[in-house]
């Protein structure tokens, strides 16, 4: 199970990257528990991501906690 309702392709030709739901899950992860570095190491270590992912995660995180005050 990947937690997407039936009706939501996944993997094959859909164009979807596994990577990206790894970060999407990565940065709802930092959003809750972050900001700090030792989130931010925990992130890494937890889902295994490369300094690029978690450039990405950051900057994903960050997005969705200024979404979440608005």
Same mark, same amino acid.
């Given at each position: 199970?990947?937690?997407?309702?039936?009706?939501?392709?996944?993997?094959?030709?859909?164009?979807?990257?596994? %990577?990206?739901?790894?970060?999407?899950?990565?940065?709802?992860?930092?959003?809750?528990?972050?900001?700090?570095?030792?989130?931010?190491? %925990?992130?890494?270590?937890?889902?295994?991501?490369?300094?690029?992912?978690?450039? %990405?995660?950051?900057? %994903?995180?960050? =997005?969705?906690? =200024?979404e979440a005050r608005s």
């Amino acid at each position: 199970m990947n937690g997407l309702p039936s009706c939501v392709p996944v993997g094959g030709t859909t164009g979807l990257d596994h %990577e990206y739901t790894d970060i999407d899950d990565a940065a709802r992860w930092l959003a809750v528990n972050g900001p700090g570095q030792a989130a931010v190491n %925990e992130v890494r270590v937890r889902f295994g991501l490369a300094a690029r992912q978690l450039g %990405e995660v950051c900057a %994903e995180a960050g =997005r969705i906690r =200024r979404e979440a005050r608005s």
